[in-house]
């Protein structure tokens, strides 16, 4: 998948950008603050349909502007966004809207490396498998609906376990409780599918980027491997019903990540803790590029190479430039990164320079 060109308007910081880009390898170099994670924001937001930072559209509207636009031109395809304050957003492809915004999830396959990756292993087990879910429905619409109907099950349960007077029927309980256990086990199913053949190619990236310095574990962790989920969250009703939620279901797996045997969070240093993470996004990449529609998806990086040493950003540079990876989006402060990558590849490349909000070429 490639990206042509950019159209933003009045998204974040940034007033307006026309931008034409390389089909290998695009560089926003700036100064903090200045709009470059903006930029693969918006590109992100072509892909998702929301942005990655903030959920909340309004708050993705320039200050002080009543409106904002984002297109893209990809091989085929013309995708763009527009959304006014107060108003239902309207995202189109070819001129055409759609009716729901998850059918265009996994249309443009693509894959984020950002700081806030950092919440991977220092935050809790929501954002691990929001990883999970992201990656999944990229090429498995199937479990777009199957997460729809497990989290509607789960709210409506909890709804009733809130109750007191009268307390909640028993029968009514059950009823939603078959719901979250049947569209539940199939959440696990490929949520477990994932992880099994994630782990290989995460652990090569490690090995790789490391130089084969540690050893990294990771393991699914789900109370769906304690039973046929239904038992598991009728067996401790009774606890729920005390604490008003839902306290075992698929809304509570975990991905553990080890460092030569123990916790990543606890041990890992923050070399070890990006290298990590990095590795974790490629051996993604890598999965998307071979399963589903085998499109080459896009990749962002994001400030990638603070607190990295010198060996180790060398060999992420080796990686991103060879012909395995796709459209690049890289961000930088530090313009000697970028040319270390650039003098490493004869690839085609475009550098942009971004600044309060204005991108140049």
């Not at 059918?103 to 691990?128: T, Y």
């Not at 989920?229 to 067996?235: D, F, G, H, M, P």
């Not at 080796?318 to 270390?340: A, E, K, M, P, Y």
Request: aromatic share 8%; charged share 25%.
């Amino acid at each position: 998948m490639i990206l042509k060109k950019l159209s933003i308007l009045n998204y974040k910081n940034i007033g307006e950008a026309q931008l034409e880009l390389s089909p290998k390898m695009n560089c926003f170099i700036g100064s903090n603050g200045m709009g470059k994670t903006n930029v693969l924001d918006a590109v992100y937001y072509l892909s998702f349909c929301k942005s990655a930072s903030n959920p909340i559209d309004s708050q993705v509207i320039r200050h002080d502007q009543p409106f904002c636009m984002i297109e893209g031109e990809y091989d085929e395809d013309v995708v763009s966004v527009g959304m006014k304050r107060g108003q239902k957003k309207h995202f189109k492809r070819n001129k055409k809207e759609y009716k729901r915004l998850s059918e265009h999830i996994g249309l443009i396959p693509l894959v984020v490396v950002s700081p806030a990756d950092s919440l991977l292993i220092e935050g809790g087990s929501e954002e691990r498998r929001k990883l999970m879910d992201m990656v999944i429905a990229q090429y498995d619409r199937s479990y777009i609906d199957a997460l729809s109907r497990y989290n509607n099950a789960l709210q409506q349960r909890n709804i009733l376990l809130k109750m007191e007077d009268p307390a909640p029927d028993p029968l009514v309980l059950q009823l939603w409780e078959e719901q979250m256990a049947e569209a539940g086990e199939t959440l696990y199913e490929k949520r477990r599918s994932f992880v099994d053949e994630l782990i290989p190619l995460f652990q090569e990236y490690y090995q790789h980027i490391s130089g084969g310095q540690e050893r990294v574990g990771l393991t699914y962790v789900s109370h769906c491997q304690r039973g046929p989920l239904l038992e598991v969250i009728q067996r401790d009703r009774h606890k729920d019903l005390a604490v008003g939620y839902s306290l075992h279901g698929v809304h509570r797996d975990d991905l553990e990540f080890t460092l030569d045997g123990h916790l990543m969070k606890r041990e890992g240093s923050q070399g070890q803790n990006k290298t990590f993470v990095i590795a974790l996004k490629l051996a993604q990449f890598d999965f998307l590029k071979r399963t589903g529609s085998k499109t080459t998806p896009l990749l962002l990086l994001d400030d990638i190479f603070d607190k990295l040493d010198a060996q180790r950003v060398e060999q992420i540079v080796r990686l991103v430039s060879s012909d395995n990876f796709g459209q690049i989006f890289i961000t930088d402060t530090n313009r000697d990164h970028l040319d270390q990558i650039l003098s490493t590849t004869a690839l085609d490349y475009r550098i942009f320079h971004v600044k309060d909000g204005k991108v140049d070429s």
